[in-house]
């Protein structure tokens, strides 16, 4: 059996990645057909790793171009043609303007109506089924985006349910909890066996730490950009060595700037160093800096490098980020990432599904 998807927001491709592995154990022949993304450096690691795939880097607005409940236009039309049937649409829509750290545009960033196009994509294009990737609190933003979206699947026919997963169940070496939005127009495929599924598969899955994803990382001297750390401001560079030479992994109020030091602030894992037996807090793009989290490396007197940030998120030392990609691009490629280990485990069950559905056809 193949199994054809599209991956819109793809960014460099954990989705998929995950999804072909899943494909893999299940033995299925993988095929992505689109990946779509509108940042040409990421998108262009995507197109490295599966360069099987149409992959474009545009606005997803000038693919799906019609408002929801309306009938194709032109331009979709077009693209329904030229992609054929499809078994998974997924998508992690971009996620900023939902995330708690974001204190500017929290939970009203106009970015968000952007979740909307995956219900127009799965209108346009019909998969049997829909994965939306996003952080928890997606759920409440201020426009309901999750809802809308919802009640434009189920209007044409797809049965959907939303759960948060807290991803250190799946293997994921991180604190991280996702909400991910299921939809299914497949008999066989009930959104709520594969949520229910899953967390019977994961268990008691122990927390995965910083030691199992980066410790054999260590030992390595590599030079390139992939394999070092960011450069330290010398201010940073002060708090780094406070740390080390206080044995602490927080650092006190009064190391920090001044809007730090009056103490009025939740951002305590901030300029923080990690823990070899503890999983990492959430990688995002800003890994590279102790600023934005708690990423200086729990042994070396620096933050963390693309490559251990690009371990803790799963990501196989195989997949490629190209040799000359620039820090900029790997920061963004990595940090916004959807785990692989995520879809390899829900992808499993929704493989299964559609699989059954096939056997269930030919015997009929």
């Not at 346009?124 to 985006?145: C, F, H, R, T």
């Not at 042994?299 to 997949?319: G, K, N």
Request: charged share 20%; proline share 5%; glycine share 10%.
């Amino acid at each position: 059996m193949t199994i054809r998807s599209i991956d819109l927001f793809a960014g460099c491709g954990g989705m998929t990645l995950g999804l072909s592995e899943a494909a893999r154990r299940h033995g299925m022949t993988f095929e992505p057909v689109l990946a779509v993304d509108s940042d040409e450096d990421v998108a262009a690691i995507y197109e490295e790793n599966f360069p099987h795939a149409d992959v474009k880097s545009v606005d997803i607005g000038s693919l799906f171009d019609g408002e929801i409940g309306t009938s194709p236009t032109k331009a979709e039309k077009a693209l329904a043609e030229t992609v054929g049937q499809v078994g998974i649409l997924q998508g992690g829509p971009p996620c900023q303007g939902h995330s708690d750290l974001n204190n500017h545009t929290r939970r009203r960033d106009p970015k968000n109506a952007l979740y909307l196009k995956m219900a127009r994509a799965a209108e346009v294009l019909k998969p049997d089924a829909v994965i939306i990737e996003n952080v928890a609190p997606v759920q409440w933003d201020k426009s309901g985006v999750v809802q809308t979206t919802k009640a434009a699947l189920e209007g044409i026919g797809y049965s959907v349910m939303g759960r948060v997963l807290n991803l250190q169940l799946a293997g994921v070496p991180q604190r991280r909890l996702r909400y991910v939005l299921v939809a299914s127009r497949v008999e066989t495929l009930n959104p709520a066996v594969v949520f229910s599924s899953i967390r019977e598969a994961w268990g008691e899955h122990q927390p995965r730490t910083v030691d199992w994803a980066i410790r054999d990382l260590d030992s390595l001297t590599g030079t390139s950009t992939f394999d070092t750390a960011s450069d330290r401001s010398r201010e940073n560079a002060k708090r780094i060595a406070y740390l080390f030479t206080h044995g602490c992994y927080d650092l006190p109020n009064a190391e920090r700037p001044d809007c730090h030091k009056d103490g009025q602030h939740s951002y305590g894992s901030v300029y923080g160093r990690l823990k070899w037996h503890r999983p990492a807090q959430t990688i995002t793009t800003g890994f590279g800096s102790m600023g934005q989290g708690r990423y200086v490396h729990p042994q070396r007197w620096r933050t963390i490098t693309p490559h251990e940030a690009a371990r803790l998120q799963t990501f196989p030392d195989w997949f490629s980020f190209g040799s000359q990609t620039r820090r900029g691009v790997l920061a963004r490629a990595i940090g916004n990432a959807v785990p692989p280990l995520l879809m390899v485990s829900l992808g499993g069950v929704v493989l299964s599904a559609l699989a059954q559905r096939a056997a269930d056809r030919r015997r009929a």
